[in-house]
């Protein structure tokens, strides 16, 4: 079975700081996808970001960015220059590729971020 | 824009009340999910469907049910409410069928409290 593991509950960085969210993955299939959602306090879950295992290139979404390392099963996000609206829980996700019957989304446990002031 | 509604954004119910949590997308989507959200555990799946009348059970289908009688809604099922299912249930759908390699699209979610 799969397993995606968020290791840091909480975190804060103030405003227009780097920060990097880190997400570790266990699984033994070759083709899989990997995502971080973002859910801001009492809004809708959405998208942040998203990478195909095959692809070597880091994906990049504006100040979001990817570093995808596929041998540690690392895939952690950075986010650049913070603005308050990025405060929020994330999730890092992972499903695994082409397989019929089988493809079920499987979800960290979630970072909470605080941007501060 | 896609978009994905639920029925209720909070929901207070009593112990042994039969529970429905209606969800509808506009989009088409092939796919839907209901899932519920807990502190220090994440999203869990309970169910999932890729097609009207589909249904395939997630991690924890144990004491829900679901019902895709149109395309565009999912209904999760709560037959007999505990206060163990005191939770947040969002929904989700997606296009690609029968992968969900695709985006998912939740919905705002309903915070469920069991009395």
């Known amino acids: 079975a799969q397993t995606v593991t968020q290791s840091q509950p909480e975190m804060s960085v103030q405003e227009a700081e780097t920060v990097t969210l880190s997400c570790t993955y266990d699984?033994?299939?070759?083709?899989?996808?990997l995502f971080w959602y973002k859910q801001p306090p009492s809004r809708q879950m959405i998208l942040v970001i998203r990478?195909?295992?095959?692809?070597?290139q880091n994906a990049t979404e504006n100040r979001f960015s990817v570093n995808f390392q596929k041998a540690a099963k690392s895939f952690s996000l950075k986010i650049s220059d913070s603005q308050l609206g990025d405060t929020a829980m994330y999730f890092c996700a992972f499903i695994q590729g082409a397989n019929f019957g089988n493809e079920k989304l499987t979800f960290g446990t979630g970072t909470r971020l605080t941007i501060i002031p | 824009d896609v978009k994905v509604t639920q029925s209720s954004r909070y929901l207070v119910k009593r112990t042994g009340e039969k529970v429905f949590l209606e969800c509808v997308q506009d989009m088409d989507h092939e796919n839907m999910f209901w899932y519920r959200q807990d502190p220090g555990l994440g999203l869990r799946l309970i169910y999932f469907s890729y097609d009207v009348k589909m249904k395939e059970k997630g991690d924890i289908p144990e004491g829900y049910s679901v019902s895709r009688e149109k395309k565009e809604r999912f209904s999760l099922i709560l037959e007999s409410a505990s206060t163990n299912q005191t939770s947040m249930y969002l929904c989700?759908?997606?296009?690609?069928?029968?992968?969900?390699?695709?985006?998912?699209?939740f919905g705002p979610g309903t915070r469920l409290t069991v009395l």
């Open positions: 990478q195909e295992a095959y692809k070597q």
């Open positions: 989700a759908s997606s296009l690609t069928a029968p992968l969900s390699t695709d985006t998912q699209y």
């Open positions: 699984t033994s299939e070759n083709n899989y996808y």
